[in-house]
């Protein structure tokens, strides 16, 4: 029986010893398999900030040879999820699926083979057979760039659906720090007009750095550059490349409004989030920036090996054309008659379509800076008399007909108010002559009879500040501001365009094309961004009395310079804009002729008729031309 019991307790430790070491092996293999799907998973991690420093690689140099081979997609980002991982002893295998993300938000998808290898109990990244780990096509120490091909540029139309910007060559004139030196960057920058020392020194500091990349000087569209290549191409150094961008008629049509296309800038790539990289081409101001993303399209790219295969790649989709309002003929004859002024200081001519609303013209003097004609904000003078009429008479306070006197002075709550160079309308005059010759007096001492907010009210009702800046489809467009007045001098002063009236050029014509119209429409540049709104009625009678005194300014009144203007009875008011101390006043004209409302803006002048009215003019006189 002893025995007996001897055999079991040996033959069950036996089986225990067996049962324990299968579970100790069971339990290592596990271990190890555990080990191999770590290491997968951190090398995977060490791709999404594309630095494998950290990565254990069975050989040196793996690393580094990560980050050469991917150098070239640049700031694309990637992400990488391991797959599977199937050990055989101290090998196993797996698969990485990789993501990378390319500019314009392209994703390049692809699995590429992992091996490791156990080695002193520690999983090694290993290098498959033959090949890159980086991707299954890439040949060892294979290196990826990416390449870009620029869509077709869709083009800013006119009210007709024609490019008001078509395609056309132009000239990059660049000079090459290697070959060029400080005497022929001197010459270039004669020949050029670019300010002086400024490519001698950009030359100076590319020696110094030891850069060899071209310094950019100006670009030239074919008709300047053509009588200047032959002194230009004298000049050892200088390169001028040539390539295609959108460009009005002339160098100024329709600037700063269009704006301009030409290389990206630093800032604009950083502030791109990846949609431009250097050398890209891209609207740098106006609608061609403001409307980048649409008409740029969106470049092809394609990731290449330093063998010239393509591993990835995406046509390129051509940018969307976009619709303007803007008519050429009224831009070039809003545009010749400021260059015919000859002025000195800035000044805009702005034309708006009577009866739709329509934007047709923004010239600007100079036509470089910001868009005054849209953007800009401006006491309105006088010109704002139409409105503060267009509240006396729907609020009873006057008619054309009644006696309004116009002294030469009136005083509201002990500040003194007086005309233009001091005139004044002797004997009983009727409103409609204080409107024609534009008596401050007369308007000021109707001023206190007026709510504080019926200013407000009858502005809007004629375009001002009435909320269109937000459907217009131009960035930074205004629209005015009449804010609800104060009793006394503040009434006193608005009523007039002073105090904290504010208005741009386009503003005043909106108003105008309100009272030929006869209903209030949103004025639009960019077609699709305002909808369809419906027009808002005006005071039938009241309108009616403002068109026939608006008639008066031209025949009797302020504006007699435009007596006999080609093209039919013109309407108007003319204003003179106090802003400061010692300042020249901001002279204006705003009406309308037939079909086109217009307003003119000069920022420092005589007076409205004196100085505004001719440009005025001129410019409804170039347009009646046939």
């Not at 002797?426 to 001023?447: E, K, R, W, Y």
């Amino acid at each position: 029986m002893g025995r007996r019991w001897i055999w079991v307790a040996t033959v069950v430790a036996v089986l225990a010893a067996a049962a324990g070491g299968g579970w100790w092996w069971m339990s290592r293999e596990h271990s190890r398999d555990v080990a191999a799907t770590a290491a997968l998973t951190r090398y995977a991690a060490a791709w999404h900030g594309k630095d494998l420093g950290a990565v254990p690689f069975a050989s040196d140099g793996a690393a580094k040879d990560f980050t050469a081979a991917v150098a070239g997609l640049g700031s694309a980002a990637v992400t990488a999820r391991a797959g599977t991982v199937h050990r055989d002893g101290t090998r196993a295998t797996a698969s990485l699926e990789v993501t990378w993300t390319l500019p314009g938000e392209h994703e390049w998808r692809y699995s590429t083979p992992v091996r490791l290898v156990e080695r002193s109990e520690r999983w090694l990244v290993t290098a498959p057979g033959d090949g890159s780990p980086w991707h299954p096509e890439l040949p060892a120490g294979g290196r990826m760039s990416l390449q870009r091909s620029a869509p077709t540029r869709g083009d800013l139309l006119d009210r007709a659906g024609r490019p008001l910007m078509p395609q056309g060559t132009v000239y990059q004139v660049q000079l090459d720090p290697v070959r060029a030196d400080a005497a022929g960057a001197a010459a270039l920058e004669q020949v050029t007009g670019v300010t002086p020392g400024s490519v001698v020194k950009a030359l100076a500091d590319r020696k110094k750095s030891g850069s060899q990349a071209p310094i950019p000087v100006i670009t030239y569209r074919e008709s300047d550059y053509a009588p200047l290549r032959s002194r230009l191409d004298a000049i050892t150094g200088v390169i001028a490349p040539s390539a295609t961008q959108p460009l009005g008629p002339t160098r100024t049509f329709g600037q700063p409004l269009l704006g301009t296309v030409g290389e990206v800038t630093a800032e604009i790539v950083d502030q791109g989030k990846g949609r431009y990289a250097t050398g890209d081409r891209a609207g740098l101001s106006g609608l061609q920036r403001q409307y980048d993303a649409t008409l740029a399209g969106t470049p092809g790219i394609a990731v290449v090996t330093d063998a010239k295969k393509t591993l990835f790649s995406t046509e390129a989709v051509a940018g969307t054309d976009v619709e303007t309002t803007l008519d050429p003929t009224t831009q070039k004859a809003a545009e010749q008659a400021l260059a015919d002024a000859r002025l000195s200081v800035p000044a805009a001519v702005v034309a708006v379509d009577v009866p739709t609303g329509e934007v047709l013209a923004a010239a600007n003097s100079p036509s470089s800076g910001f868009d005054r004609a849209i953007t800009g904000k401006y006491p309105p003078g006088s010109t704002f008399k139409v409105a503060s009429t267009y509240a006396y008479l729907t609020r009873g306070v006057t008619t054309p007909s009644s006696t309004v006197a116009c002294p030469t002075t009136v005083t509201v709550d002990g500040r003194s108010f007086h005309n233009y160079a001091g005139e004044s309308i002797p004997g009983s005059v009727p409103f409609s002559q204080d409107f024609a010759h534009s008596c401050n007096t007369a308007f000021i001492s109707l001023s206190q009879k007026l709510a504080t907010t019926d200013l407000t009210t009858a502005a809007k009702a004629l375009g001002i500040g009435a909320g269109w800046a937000r459907t217009l489809g131009v960035d930074g467009a205004f629209d005015g501001s009449i804010p609800e007045t104060r009793k006394g001098t503040d009434q006193a002063a608005a009523v007039i365009g002073q105090a904290r009236d504010e208005v741009s050029p386009l503003a005043l014509a909106v108003m105008s094309a309100s009272v030929g119209r006869g209903t209030y429409l949103p004025p639009v540049l960019v077609r699709g961004d305002g909808g369809n709104p419906r027009p808002a009625p005006l005071d039938g009678q009241a309108v009616a009395q403002l068109r026939s005194m608006m008639a008066e300014v031209v025949s009797t009144g302020t504006a007699t310079v435009l007596r006999g203007t080609p093209g039919g009875t013109v309407r108007g008011k003319t204003g003179t804009a106090d802003h400061g101390v010692d300042e020249k006043p901001y002279a204006w004209f705003t009406g309308y002729q037939g079909k086109v409302a217009f307003a003119v803006l000069v920022e420092a002048g005589v007076s409205g008729g004196e100085t505004a009215a001719p440009v005025a003019k001129d410019f409804l006189t170039l347009l009646a031309r046939p």
